[in-house]
T-cell receptor, first 112, second 114 residues
C-alpha cells in the first residue's frame, strides 16, 4: 500500500537554527498537510496546501514557518529560527478527493 | 482547545470482549468524524469515519456510532484482539474546504489482554 514518507525520523538542532522537514506524499494525492504533536499534548493542525498554495493555516503557523512543494514529489516544512517550544513530532499527511488523511511516521524535532 | 474530548486516558479489555471508546465534541459545525489508531514511533493510521448525516458506520470488527444531539461518538471493537492495543484518536472536521483540517482528541490508550 502506498505511504507517506518523512525524513529524517529524528532531527536535533540548536535554538535559532533553520530546519527543513521533508515529506513525500502519496503520488496521486493533491492535498497536503502538516500537523504536530508536542509531547503529552494533542495532535494539532498546522497548515494545509493545495494547488501550490496554502489553503488554510492555524495560529501556530506564524512567519517562522513556511511550506513548499519544490518539485512534483516533495513537500517541505521550514522553520526559520527554531525555538525550544518547537520541539515536537511533526507529521505530514496527504489525501485525494474525499479520502481520509494518510499520515507519515513523523519527524521528531528536538531543539536544544 | 477542548473542542474534541476523549475523557478516558486508558482502557483495558480482555481479548474477545468488546472495547468501547468514547469521544465528545462541542463544535456544532463539525460535519465529519474519524477514528485513527497509533502505534509508538508511527503516524496515525485511519480506521473508520462517519459523516454527520449517518448515525452508524461499520467496517468489519469496527463500528462507529454518532449521536449528534448529544455531540457524542463512540468506537466499538468486537471482538477485541491483542493487536488492537494502541492509542486511539477521535478527530473531527467541519468538512467543505476544511475537510482535511482535523481537530483531534487527546487519545485513549487501549490495552487488550490475551
Amino acid at each position: 500500500e502506498p505511504e507517506v514518507t518523512q525524513t529524517p525520523s529524528h532531527q536535533v538542532t540548536q535554538m535559532g537554527q533553520e530546519v527543513i522537514l521533508r515529506c513525500v506524499p502519496i503520488s496521486n494525492h493533491l492535498y497536503f498537510y502538516w500537523y504536530r504533536q508536542i509531547l503529552g499534548q494533542k495532535v494539532e493542525f498546522l497548515v494545509s496546501f493545495y494547488n501550490n498554495e496554502i489553503s488554510e493555516k492555524s495560529e501556530i503557523f506564524d512567519d517562522q514557518f513556511s511550506v513548499e512543494r519544490p518539485d512534483g514529489s516533495n513537500f517541505t516544512l521550514k522553520i526559520r529560527s527554531t525555538k525550544l517550544e518547537d520541539s515536537a513530532m511533526y507529521f505530514c499527511a496527504s489525501r485525494q478527493g474525499s479520502s481520509p488523511l494518510h499520515f507519515g511516521n513523523g519527524t521528531r524535532l528536538t531543539v536544544t | 482547545d477542548q473542542q474534541v474530548k476523549q475523557n478516558s486516558p486508558s482502557l483495558s479489555v480482555q481479548e474477545g470482549r468488546i472495547s468501547i471508546l468514547n469521544c465528545d465534541y462541542t463544535n456544532s459545525m463539525f460535519d465529519y468524524f474519524l477514528w485513527y489508531k497509533k502505534y509508538p514511533a508511527e503516524g496515525p493510521t485511519f480506521l473508520i469515519s462517519i459523516s454527520s448525516i449517518k448515525d452508524k458506520n461499520e467496517d468489519g470488527r469496527f463500528t462507529v456510532f454518532l449521536n449528534k444531539s448529544a455531540k457524542h461518538l463512540s468506537l466499538h471493537i468486537v471482538p477485541s484482539q491483542p493487536g488492537d492495543s494502541a492509542v486511539y484518536f477521535c478527530a473531527a472536521s467541519e468538512g467543505g474546504t476544511s475537510y482535511g483540517k482535523l481537530t483531534f482528541g487527546q487519545g485513549t490508550i487501549l490495552t487488550v489482554h490475551p
